[in-house]
């Protein structure tokens, strides 16, 4: 079923080798297959085939699940196929199922060293030196170059957003795979892009404070406020601000608190502690 030229059988005699070793030198894509496994079947040729084509830039290897039990157990293998990419001697990414060519590359793509990756630390030491609108130029034109690396898009919209320009941010942003926006950090990303864009420019936080004192029902200015307080990074204020939407307010402006809260989960993440407390605040808002 493997190609030796493209592909190496491993064992758990020399998957630490093979496969562990190797990662920090080359990410490692690794194939858990069985010879009854159609899907397996039909996913081999696909990945031979990207061996073949990007030969030098990752190691494919394979593992018959049958065979090699204790390693399928060891990293959690439950359907097949699964891939796994190592690196750096660890599970970076993976995925399950027999996926097109085109997702496969996708995948692929987002973990392969490329000529950008330069251009990318060369960007991060100017902006390290207060210089942010050279590093923008400098991925601008790199884009140029390799205009759907997801890696350089995502770090130009981050540069261009706190430049001050949540419009170019959204723009660039747009450019990248539809896939690639669906992932938790392009999700938080464009969330703080939407609410940079609520914000507007002529907003300040003490005029708003102003209009909430004198009229509490001004939900808002209490949603304005609350997208300032976060991007002022006052987030249990943002959220706090939020939630009193939620309490106080008829259905319709209940909604617009509670979009503003799930707005602010989204940018923060689900693990973040805010979220987590507020989610369960919110719930009882709701209830």
Not at 15 to 40: G, K, Q, Y
Not at 116 to 144: F, G, M, Y
Not at 149 to 160: E, H, N, P, R
Request: proline content about 3%.
């Amino acid at each position: 079923m493997t190609d030796d030229s493209l592909s190496i059988d491993v064992t758990q005699d020399t998957f630490a080798v093979e496969v562990i070793d190797r990662s920090r030198d080359l990410p490692v894509l690794v194939d858990f297959w069985a010879e009854w496994c159609n899907p397996c079947k039909m996913l081999a040729p696909i990945l031979a085939k990207l061996a073949d084509e990007l030969a030098g830039k990752f190691h494919l290897a394979k593992v018959d699940t049958d065979r090699e039990q204790q390693i399928a157990a060891q990293y959690g293998v439950r359907s097949l196929p699964t891939v796994k990419l190592f690196k750096d001697g660890e599970v970076s990414d993976e995925f399950i199922g027999a996926l097109p060519e085109k997702a496969i590359r996708e995948f692929l793509e987002r973990h392969l060293d490329r000529p950008a990756d330069e251009t990318l630390k060369q960007a991060a030491e100017l902006v390290d030196q207060d210089n942010r609108s050279e590093a923008i130029t400098l991925l601008q034109q790199a884009l140029i170059d390799d205009p759907n690396y997801d890696k350089l898009q995502f770090k130009l919209a981050s540069y261009q957003l706190d430049d001050g320009d949540p419009a170019g941010a959204r723009t660039t942003l747009k450019t990248m795979a539809q896939s690639r926006r669906q992932d938790a950090d392009c999700k938080a990303l464009l969330a703080t892009i939407e609410m940079n864009e609520l914000a507007g420019s002529e907003l300040d936080i003490e005029s708003l404070r102003i209009q909430i004192a004198s009229a509490p029902e001004n939900y808002e200015a209490r949603r304005q406020l609350s997208t300032l307080l976060f991007l002022e990074a006052d987030i249990d204020g943002a959220m706090s601000e939020a939630l009193e939407i939620v309490k106080i307010g008829r259905e319709k402006d209940r909604d617009s608190g509670r979009e503003a809260l799930l707005k602010i989960f989204e940018a923060l993440g689900n693990s973040n502690e805010h979220v987590v407390r507020y989610r369960r605040l919110l719930a009882q808002a709701l209830n």
